[in-house]
């Protein structure tokens, strides 16, 4: 089943791992939208500063610092708080979702990703445009 994207967004993905990124934006380019990758939480305020996406997927464990700090830093900025992020990780226990919500994040995607619903997964988390 494939998913029709209603409008092109930009998206930011936020993965150390080279092929989940490749995976990722496999996925959103197929759906139409944009996709900005980073390796690192360092890449991803150079990315979000050029510019601005509508979603940010954030995997929780990064090199250096790390996916939930990365996170509770945008939503302390007015500039970067209403953009949603929404955590891909391989924690799948409650407590780890919970410290996800916690942080700011706007949802949480497990890994590993079912291509076939991914797509489907991340337009949940899409705000109308406006």
């Known amino acids: 089943m494939r998913i029709e994207s209603i409008q092109t967004r930009v998206i930011l993905a936020v993965e150390d791992n080279e092929a989940n990124r490749m995976l990722i934006q496999a996925v959103l380019e197929r759906l139409g939208h944009v996709v900005l990758l980073a390796g690192s939480a360092s890449e991803a305020i150079s990315r979000i500063e050029h510019r601005r996406p509508d979603l940010i997927l954030m995997d929780i ?3 250096g610092q790390d996916g939930l700090a990365l996170t509770r830093r945008l939503k302390a900025d007015p500039e970067f708080a209403p953009i ?3 955590a891909i ?3 799948a226990m409650a407590s780890d979702r919970q410290d996800c919500l916690d942080a700011g994040c706007a949802g ?3 890994k590993p990703f079912n291509t076939r619903t991914l797509g489907a997964q991340i337009q949940e988390f899409l705000q109308p445009a406006s």
């Open 61 to 63: 464990q990064l090199p």
């Open 84 to 86: 949603p992020v929404v």
């Open 89 to 91: 990780t391989a924690h």
């Open 108 to 110: 949480y995607i497990a």
